[in-house]
């Protein structure tokens, strides 16, 4: 466990972090672009914390529940139907995608498809995160992502302007994160040329509702898995924490935290689609009975299912970092 902690994805952020000092990002050039908020391309890695529907739909299943009820059913945008977010609306991208000035993240790697006039790519980025299965016993696929986005640039589809104001996302939010095992082989991660990376810490794992329903009814926080989070992350401060054009985002800190204020408080760990069964999945039927039940009011609960956050979770964790992400992006 521990060898796979601090396997790849370490070596993974620390190219990224290479990359950003070597090509620090040139103030006085960006200056020229300081009247448009929108300026910055995103660029979005990770797992369910960040997917805006790259993880095909291949019927109801655990996996895939993303694409059915009850996911989506607080976008009213969107009629309220799901989009391929583990959420009741959206998820951590969406909320970055509004502080850089655009509506949400930038659209899915899985929706492109290059024009015959020009291959290029939407001008707010591209979201490559992929939440794999859903679950966090299944390894995430980041090095397919990173294969994905360098092919797009040997394409032109992204082109070096776009890469030079751009951010990039870096966003686990499961046990997932610590058991990328294979980022470390692809070397050529060095020319992702991003300009600005951000990075969370994992969340405490032992307050997730499928962790907590364990031990102890969502009251509180299993603090033996905890310390697997708080493990991850004091590596991850000590190798990040001062570099250069990388920005830690606390999301461990701010969830603990949030789990005892005021607006989630009641509910604590529970989460708004609580499955019947420890081992069901939010959204599941049997026959045409549902194996789950849905919340009145989803903007009281942190969680949305067994592992991950509601809408109104994310927007209480992206308003807390908000301030330091623009001063850091200097928007
Ligand atoms: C997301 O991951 C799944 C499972 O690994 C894969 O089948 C799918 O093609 C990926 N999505 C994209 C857009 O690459």
Redo the contacts with the bound molecule.
């Keep these: 466990m521990m060898k796979s902690l601090f396997g790849g994805c370490f070596i993974l952020l620390l190219l990224l972090a290479h990359n950003v000092e070597s090509r620090r990002h040139d103030d006085d050039r960006r200056r020229g672009h300081d009247d448009d908020d929108s300026s910055y391309t995103l660029f979005v890695f990770g797992d369910a914390a960040a997917d805006n529907g790259?993880?095909?739909n291949a019927g109801l299943n655990q996996g895939s529940r993303s694409w059915y009820y009850p996911y989506g059913i607080s976008d009213k945008d969107n009629d309220n139907l799901p989009s391929g977010r583990f959420s009741d609306n959206m998820v951590q991208s969406d909320f970055l995608g509004k502080i850089l000035g655009y509506d949400e993240s930038p659209p899915p790697?899985?929706a492109y498809k290059p024009g015959r006039r020009s291959n290029r790519i939407d001008p707010s980025g591209m979201n490559f995160a992929?939440s794999?299965a859903g679950v966090w016993w299944v390894e995430p696929?980041i090095r397919?992502q990173v294969v994905?986005f360098r092919s797009l640039i040997a394409d032109g589809a992204i082109t070096k302007r776009d890469l030079e104001d751009s951010v990039a996302l870096v966003a686990f939010s499961g046990r997932d994160y610590s058991r990328i095992s294979d980022a470390d082989t692809d070397s050529s991660l060095q020319d992702l040329g991003v300009s600005k990376v951000l990075v969370n810490t994992v969340p405490p794992l032992g307050c997730t509702p499928w962790t907590t329903s364990r031990f102890s009814s969502y009251d509180y926080c299993d603090q033996r898995t905890n310390r697997i989070s708080d493990v991850h992350n004091k590596y991850l401060t000590d190798k990040l924490g001062n570099k250069d054009g990388v920005l830690l985002l606390d999301v461990n800190t701010i969830v603990t935290s949030l789990l005892q204020s005021s607006q989630f408080q009641d509910h604590k760990s529970r989460p708004c689609c609580e499955t019947k069964d420890q081992d069901g999945y939010c959204g599941q039927y049997a026959g045409q009975t549902p194996q789950f039940t849905v919340c009145r009011d989803p903007g009281q609960y942190l969680y949305w299912d067994f592992l991950h956050p509601t809408h109104a979770g994310w927007k209480a964790i992206m308003q807390r970092l908000q301030s330091a992400i623009r001063d850091f992006l200097d928007i």
């Design positions: 790259n993880f095909p790697y899985a992929n794999s696929r397919d994905q």
